[in-house]
């Protein structure tokens, strides 16, 4: 009888441990969660859509506001041109009518001293035969022909010749007007000056961790350029900076780490010193041209010597887009990689990256 007691408290308790287990479990279901975060996408690199078209109406904005400042005067150069050929025209008509004038006044001349002198000879031959008294017929008088008689006619002032007209000034052969757009001075084959647009650029970054892949990047660029795009070879000339705490990840304890590595809060900038160009294609036509940039990049004050692959193009509003990328090592600038709890950490090699459109300022000048 107790041994029966025994076994049915020992399958009390069996079933009393189960059904705790199994509530125990129901309670850790409802509390843990499992998360498998995605591999983030990687960073829009172009222009926003909507600044670019933006920046585009900004550009008919100029060129609008160009031309009507310019109306009133293309209006008076206009006006001056043609009254000045006008002017030229009446001049050289008035010069030749008094050339005309003095050239009909010495044919006159000379044929008055023509007359003269035939008179003359003709009174000479009367009085030569009436002195000799000759009865013999008279002969018949023939009057020669004036032609042969070289009378000297009576002194004429000198007339200097008549000045050829001048040829009259056409207005000068322009647009509209003479009207040339700001946009329109963009020159592909001369040296000219640009300057980098923020909020048509980007700069940036990606990197990979031991958890996943992300990038980072910011809007807020500076800087300016001169080159002449048909020769990029030559001399170019140019910064280019970044605003460093500017940049984000995307997380607020990601961009914190990340500006803590980069001594945002002392070095402010990151820096590249464009001096040299190899030129792997340029095609004058379309106005591209790839090859490879050198200078130096500066991050959190170590300047290092790079190569960075670009493409270069020119969009519809004459704007000079620039595209790149290369790898650095993140310990080459004394930045230490990111890590979290010794577990999470960031691959030393990232991949730095520009997407950038530049306006025209104008012509460079001598050493620009």
Known sequence: MASKLLAGIGVLAILGLVGGSLAALAIVKQRVHVTIAAEEEAAQRGPDPIELLRADVGVIGVDVAAFNESLGARFQELHDALESSASQREKALAARIDALETKLKTMQASAAANDAALAAAIKAQADALASAKLAVPIPEIVIPDPAPIEATPPAVEPTPPAPEPAAPVAPPKKGFLGFQPPSAAFAFDQRQRFAIVPTLSRVGFDAKSTLHDFSGLTSKVDGNFSVNLSKPADKPLGTISAES?????????????????????????????????????????????????TGKLSIRGVSQDITLPVKVSVDASKRVVIEGETKIKMSDYAVVPPSQLGVIKVEDEVKIWIALRARLLGPAKEGE
Not at 247 to 262: C, F, I, N, P, V
Not at 267 to 278: D, I, S, V, Y
Request: glycine share 8%.
């Open 245 to 293: 705490s500017s940049l984000d990840t995307g997380l607020a304890d990601r961009d914190k780490d990340m500006h803590k590595s980069l001594g945002s809060e002392q070095f402010k900038t990151l820096e590249f010193q464009w001096t040299g160009f190899t030129a792997d294609q340029v095609d004058a036509k379309a106005m591209t041209i790839s090859g490879k940039a």
